[in-house]
């Protein structure tokens, strides 16, 4: 099993910016194993999404309506993952959720408890 634990999250106007930190816990067989890790968010009465993952060796990915607003990094020692979010707009409103997945054979995916991302206008 992996815990996660995400924090970060709060009520912003529009323009500014937050930043989200998700830390893994665990055994150390399973946090040595996780390869991908990533942001999600959902909004109210839509389907989760992917904003953003990064792999074990760094390569990003984020959906394009994010590019050149959120930044996702890692630090695998530490076994955490942020997401900076600048220019953050009223659309941008959603429940964030972080996830990881761990390979032990196969993939496993975890996910954490979300936290709330306010963008006022």
């Known amino acids: 099993q992996v815990q996660l634990v995400e924090s970060g999250g709060g009520l912003v106007q529009a323009g500014g910016s937050l930043r989200l930190s998700c830390a893994a816990s665990g055994s150390i067989y399973n946090i040595n194993n996780i390869n991908a890790m990533g942001w999600y968010r959902q909004a109210p009465g839509k389907q989760r999404e992917l904003v953003a993952s990064?792999?074990?060796?760094?390569?990003?990915t984020y959906v394009d309506y994010v590019k050149g607003r959120f930044t996702i990094s890692r630090d695998n020692a530490k076994a955490t993952v942020d997401l900076q979010m600048n220019s953050l707009r009223p659309e941008d409103t959603a429940v964030y959720y972080c996830?990881?997945?761990?390979?032990?054979?196969?993939?496993?995916?975890?996910w954490g408890q979300g936290t709330q991302v306010t963008v006022s206008s």
């Open positions: 990064i792999s074990r060796d760094g390569t990003t």
């Open positions: 996830n990881v997945v761990v390979f032990r054979f196969r993939e496993y995916t975890y």
